[in-house]
């Protein structure tokens, strides 16, 4: 098999300070990979830069062997490309970020329908365009179990509803790669298992995901592959229970012990 | 008898002029102050100071001393007024300086507002592959609007009592009616109450304003 995704070098400065350094790691189609790590090990900003809201000040990234970035061939990094080449990627964010004006079905459907007016035959075929992506929009919250809340604002839903319908949002322009930036960070405890649930699901769909957790139970039953980062680097990666069961690196022991207590 | 329906014929005509100024000022400045915060936001430092400049400018002097400046100078400068000498070019004048007074205030009503919408909301765009241009209508617009609806109100009902500045050029609104009968006009002399009656006017249609504006809101209490 042939990595889906491939992250050579990427290295990230904010001013002085090294958030991240020499980050090289490669995702195949259909698994999972969780990243885990202590606030502030640049879990976070790692995965901004693959979703180009940060630029990285080195390295490359691949998907699908097209080379969306790289530091050493300027034509990747022209800026009218950049909102194509996030197509290929969808993040989900600790803080859901919905909508507020919008329902839970416009919010799922609101980039698509505004990515078809870009079709060439859009006028004649805007009907047809819009009530096909309506359908798949309440398939998708169907399948986060929302479909009695496609009329509903954020305001009126709970966390763990919220999170889902950005989850349907995200899935509703198909990327490559599902990203997610502790999605459950932000949730009362009791919520965090509807949420945990459904990212359960697409995994075994096999989604291709790079998921940013806290939650070290879930990536070890969910992902397939677990990174280990601490202070930008990466300390350790592998196979999920292996690091997490067996760790090789002291650090990444350390870290687990610290979450076994908790 | 006779005498109230003289008074409130003259000053309904000098409300029409308070009125059309009014609703000028509001279509001129309401748009080009969002072009003007977005003049005080740009990434272009050069372009940021200007624009930040004038506001400051136009903010920190009186209103009346822009109507006045605006108003007499070009013919001073010129050796003719590019305003003639009618109530047109006093109206247009008028209309010019509020727009441009007001537009300055509207531009850091707009600027609070737009900066005070979650960066999340345009990463959450950018993310789904929408465009600047997208973002800002399609996202960032209304959740503006709704923040900027009670200070916006403010300038807005300041705005209805403004207009009588306009009067320092001879702009005949509706104090000005009020004020000629204290001397003669339409045949009366000396009557202190028709000035005194114009205050009714910008009750009566400051009400109308924040009834309006109030209905605004409840409108936009859907989302939060």
């Avoid at chain 2, 059309?20 to 050069?46: E, H, N, Y």
């Avoid at chain 2, 537009?103 to 919408?117: H, L, N």
């Avoid at chain 2, 996202?139 to 503006?144: E, F, G, K, P, S």
């Amino acid at each position: 098999m042939s990595a889906i995704l491939d992250v050579q070098n990427i290295e990230k400065h904010f001013g002085d300070t090294r958030v991240l350094e020499d980050i090289t790691f490669s995702l195949e189609k259909g698994q999972a990979l969780a990243i885990i790590g202590s606030s502030g090990s640049g879990k976070t900003t790692l995965l901004r830069c693959l979703n180009f809201l940060e630029t990285p000040d080195k390295g490359r990234i691949t998907v699908n062997g097209e080379t969306l970035f790289d530091t050493a061939d300027l034509s990747t990094q022209r800026e009218e490309e950049v909102r194509r080449k996030r197509l290929h990627f969808g993040l989900v964010f600790q803080s859901f970020n919905l909508f507020p004006q919008y329902t839970a079905l416009e919010n799922v459907t609101l980039a698509s329908k505004l990515l078809a007016k870009e079709q060439p035959d859009f006028k004649a075929r805007k009907k047809q365009l819009f009530a096909d992506i309506d359908t798949r929009g309440k398939e998708l919250l169907a399948q986060m179990g929302l479909a009695d809340r496609a009329g509903h604002y954020p305001h009126q839903l709970s966390g763990g509803q919220q999170q889902r319908v950005a989850i349907a949002r995200a899935l509703a322009l198909s990327p490559d790669i599902l990203c997610f930036d502790e999605p459950t960070s932000a949730l009362d405890p009791e919520l965090t298992g509807e949420v945990l649930k459904v990212i359960r699901s697409l995994a075994e769909q096999n989604t291709t995901m790079v998921i940013v957790t806290h939650e070290m139970a879930f990536a070890r039953d969910v992902a397939d592959q677990v990174i280990f980062m601490d202070g930008g680097v990466i300390v350790e990666q592998g196979p999920a229970r292996e690091v997490i069961d067996h760790p090789k690196e002291e650090r990444t022991r350390q870290f687990l012990a610290r979450y076994g207590e908790n | 008898m006779e005498v109230l329906a003289v008074v409130v014929g003259a000053l309904n005509e000098g409300f029409l002029q308070t009125l059309k100024l009014f609703v000028v000022t509001l279509l001129g400045a309401l748009p080009l102050g969002l072009i003007i915060s977005f003049g005080s936001m740009s990434r272009f430092a050069p372009l940021r100071w200007l624009t930040r400049t004038v506001i400051w400018v136009i903010r920190g002097t009186p209103l009346m001393l822009q109507l006045i400046i605006l108003y007499y100078v070009p013919g001073k400068v010129l050796g003719y007024s590019p305003w003639g000498t009618g109530e047109a070019g006093r109206f247009l004048a008028s209309a010019i300086a509020f727009i441009i007074n007001y537009a300055c205030y509207f531009s850091e009503i707009y600027r609070g507002g737009i900066q005070g919408v979650p960066v999340g909301q345009q990463e959450a765009g950018l993310v789904l592959g929408m465009t600047r241009r997208d973002i800002f209508f399609k996202v960032t617009l209304l959740q503006m609007v709704k923040r900027i609806v009670p200070p916006m109100s403010n300038e807005i009902i300041t705005l209805v009592k403004d207009t009588s500045l306009a009067r320092i050029i001879s702009f005949q609104e509706v104090i000005w009616a009020g004020q000629a009968f204290m001397k003669t006009s339409h045949g009366y002399s000396g009557l202190l109450w028709p000035l005194f009656f114009t205050g009714i006017y910008y009750l009566v249609f400051n009400g109308v304003v924040t009834v309006l504006l109030g209905r605004l809101e409840k409108k936009l209490d859907y989302f939060r």
